[in-house]
């Protein structure tokens, strides 16, 4: 058993590596490009496949980690809601699919919640982390039913929300990296690359949609 459990954290860090190195080299190259193009679906299916395994393994004997459980279902919302909001440069409507990956989130957000206050209230410290990234995933999924019910009501709302999902997603990699990768553990390391990950989302949005100043003549 022990032997099976090492063979799917090897793949799940191996899968990780791509993940990180492609979405890297996705954030770097010209947007819309095919390189950008093609290192974006690499990173997809790296993460995706990385935080799938890593599920399963944060419920073995001896590796139970809820948080970890927790963060590999976050970081999975995080690049199929940002994969999907492409359909939206020509779709107009949000599907039950698109509802049903956000309302999950959504219910698991809540839970971080709910645990993170439960262990605060108990002395417990690691339940900063629980509210931080449950709160953040609250205010995404919430934008998420925000955005569904209109979903060309702002220009270029289909690209805010791919950016801010798939850079949210690279910002789970490098977490993960810096925590189990490079043995990092304190609460900057788990908190950092999200505030500067945020920063670079703002940036982001007002190159994308700036907002127009009229000028008025005295």
Do not use: C
Request: glycine share 12%.
């Amino acid at each position: 058993m022990e032997q099976t459990i090492t063979f799917f954290i090897y793949l799940h860090a191996f899968l990780g590596g791509i993940g990180l190195i492609s979405g890297i080299g996705s954030t770097i190259a010209k947007k819309g490009s095919p390189l950008h193009q093609k290192l974006g679906k690499l990173f997809s299916i790296g993460m995706i496949g990385s935080s799938t395994i890593s599920i399963p393994i944060a419920m073995m004997p001896n590796h139970e980690n809820l948080f970890l459980l927790l963060i590999g279902l976050f970081t999975i919302y995080l690049v199929l809601v940002g994969n999907r909001a492409l359909q939206f440069k020509t779709r107009s409507n949000a599907d039950i699919v698109d509802k049903a990956i956000s309302g999950s989130m959504l219910l698991f957000s809540v839970i971080m919640l709910g645990i993170g206050m439960y262990s605060l209230m108990n002395t417990v410290t690691t339940g900063v982390l629980y509210i931080f990234f449950g709160g953040f995933g609250l205010l995404l999924t919430l934008k998420d039913f925000q955005f569904y019910k209109n979903p060309q009501k702002t220009k270029n709302g289909w690209l805010l929300s791919h950016i801010g999902k798939m850079i949210g997603a690279l910002i789970a990699s490098i977490t993960a990296f810096i925590i189990a990768g490079l043995s990092i553990g304190n609460l900057m390391a788990w908190t950092l690359p999200t505030v500067l990950g945020t920063i670079y989302i703002m940036y982001w949005k007002r190159k994308v949609n700036p907002k127009t100043v009229a000028s008025k003549k005295i």
